[in-house]
């Protein structure tokens, strides 16, 4: 997110530039976000690049049609930003993003930078997905467990039997000075 968030505050000499308005939007469109980040050195291998974008995701079992708003960052040196096969990846990977959404907005930018070396940087973000089903279940069971193991240790807790048995055969001259200290306060009432 930190590198979203450093793009979006400089321009693009390439293509309309995800700004920090469409950041905004990108954030706060509700739902479930996912994000996936990754490098891409071999730009004759498309497929492989446009397979990238559908790994390596932070969390699975999103349906990213049912995404409201998506984002797309491509960040190479300018040298590697102009050569053709990066254009194309460029525009395959946004093609693929829009026929993810489903109508969703997609914003995206291209941007220059000097210290990204021969690759190119790609981050997208989906973001306003309904939560996939899988994990609704899996979170109902895993709260399912917790309550078990609650319901056990209370069970334990209350089979329990705190006695502190005869008062008096308790020792101790910690005892002796609490037993004379509760004798001076009876004989006070």
Same mark, same amino acid.
């Given at each position: 997110m ?6 979006? +505050?400089?321009? *693009?000499?390439? !293509?309309?530039? %995800?700004?920090? #308005?469409d950041?905004?939007?990108? =954030? ?18 498309e497929?492989?690049?446009v ?7 932070h969390?699975?079992?999103? +349906?990213?049609? *049912?995404?409201k !708003?998506?984002? %797309?960052?491509? #960040?190479?040196?300018?040298?590697? =930003? ?19 959404l489903g ?19 790609? !981050? ?11 994990k609704?279940?899996e979170?109902?069971?895993e ?30 001259p910690g ?6 200290l509760?004798t ?6």
């Amino acid at each position: 997110m930190h590198i979203i968030n450093l793009y979006s +505050d400089r321009t *693009s000499k390439f !293509v309309s530039a %995800l700004d920090t #308005a469409d950041l905004g939007t990108l =954030l706060l469109s509700g739902g479930c976000c996912s994000m996936n980040a990754f490098t891409i050195t071999d730009f004759a291998d498309e497929e492989g690049a446009v397979s990238s974008l559908g790994q390596g995701y932070h969390m699975t079992g999103f +349906d990213l049609s *049912s995404a409201k !708003v998506a984002g %797309l960052i491509v #960040a190479g040196t300018e040298r590697t =930003l102009d050569r053709p096969e990066v254009v194309s990846i460029y525009n395959r990977l946004n093609e693929e993003i829009a026929s993810c959404l489903g109508g969703g907005l997609l914003y995206r930018g291209l941007y220059e930078n000097d210290k990204a070396g021969d690759g190119i940087r790609v !981050v997208a973000v989906f973001n306003g997905m309904s939560l996939p089903s899988s994990k609704l279940d899996e979170m109902f069971k895993e709260m399912e467990r917790g309550v078990a193991k609650m319901e056990a240790k209370d069970r334990r807790v209350q089979g329990f039997n705190f006695s502190l048995g005869n008062r008096k055969s308790m020792g101790g001259p910690g005892m002796d000075r609490l037993r004379k200290l509760r004798t001076e306060e009876d004989d006070r009432q």
